[in-house]
C-alpha cells in the first residue's frame, strides 16, 4: 500500500542518483546491451532510462509497482544466492509512491508496447504506444508529495555528480554494456560497450590514464581478480580511484583499499594513492549484499584469503614494472 511503500522510499530513494541507481540495475537485470539515462534538472524535473532489455509483459506492468513485486527470487534460498541486482522488489513500488512515473515496455513476444501512469501509487493511466522492444521508465516531479526530502536535496550540480558517478561506476562494472548518460539534453558520459575494460576507463578518466594502467589477474580457491592498477609512481592525492567491483556490483570497502594500499608499501609516497580497477568474482554464497537496502556496502567471508590474493597479484604486477 501507499504508506509501506512511501516508507520503504525513505530507505531507498534519498535523492535522484538512488532513482538512477534502481532503474539502471533493473535495465541490467533484464538483460540490456544498451542503457540510455537522461536526465532534467540533474533529475529533479525528469529521469528517464530507457534499455533494450527483455521486458516486462502487459499483465504485469501493474504488479511492477507492487511492493515485493520481484520476478527474480523464487524461493527463500535464493535470498542467499543471489545473482541480480535487483532482488528486494520494492524500488518500483517506492519510486512510485514519491513521483509520477511513466513506463513503457514491450517483450519478444508482445505485438504491441504497451504504458501505464503512476502517480503517488495509483494507475491514472493506461494504454499502447509505438512498439519497440524494451522498456523506458520516466520518473517525474520527484519527491513532489514529499517536500521535506525536497529540500534536502542538494544543488543541481551536486545532485547530478551522484548520478555521474554511479554510471561511471557500473559502467566500469559492465563494459559490455553501452551507457549513455545526458543531462538536460547534452552528452556528459558514453561508454562503448565493446566489452573492453581499458576503453571504459579512458571514457571516465583520460584515454592517457587508461593507457599507463597494468593489467592485473590471479585466481586462489574462491576467487578470481582482474582489472587494472596504477605504477606506484602514477598516483593521486585521493582514494577515489580505487574502484571494487564484486560479482558485477561496485562497492566501497575500507578494508580492500587498506589492503591495495598496503601492498604498495614504501612505494608510494605518503598522502598519496593508487588508481585501481579491480573486479573480483566469487562464489555468490561467500558474500553477504543483504547489509543494507541500496546494497553498497557488502560483508564477505574469506576475507583472509582474498586480502593474501591481491596482495600477492599487486606484488606481483608491480615487479613486472619495477624488478
Ligand atoms: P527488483 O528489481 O528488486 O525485482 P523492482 O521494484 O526494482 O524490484 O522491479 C520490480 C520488477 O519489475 C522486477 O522484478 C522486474 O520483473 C520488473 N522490471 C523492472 N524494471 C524492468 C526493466 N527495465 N526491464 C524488465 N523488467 C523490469
Ligand atoms: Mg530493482
Redesign the pocket.
Known sequence: DFLANQIAAGEVVERPASVVK??V???I??E?TQIIVELIEAGIQQIKVT?N????IAE?LPM?FMAH????IYESTDLFNIN??????????SIGSVSKVRVE?MTEDDDSRHFIEIEGSKIIEEGLTQAKIG?T?EVNSLFYNTPARLKHLKTIKTELSHSLKFIQNIALAYPDIRFKLTHNGQEIFASHGNGNLQQVIASVYQPALARDLIPIQSESDDFSINGFISKPTLTRTSKQYIHWIINGRSVKSYMLDEVLIKAYGRQLMIGRYPIAIIRIQLDPRLVDVNVHPTKQTVRLSKEDELSELITQAVHQTLDVVNP
Open positions: 534502481e532503474l540495475e533493473n535495465a537485470d533484464a540490456s534499455d532489455g527483455k521486458g516486462i504485469d511492477a513485486a520481484t520476478s527474480k541480480s541486482l535487483g532482488f528486494r522488489g520494492e524500488a518500483l513500488a515496455s522498456t521508465v
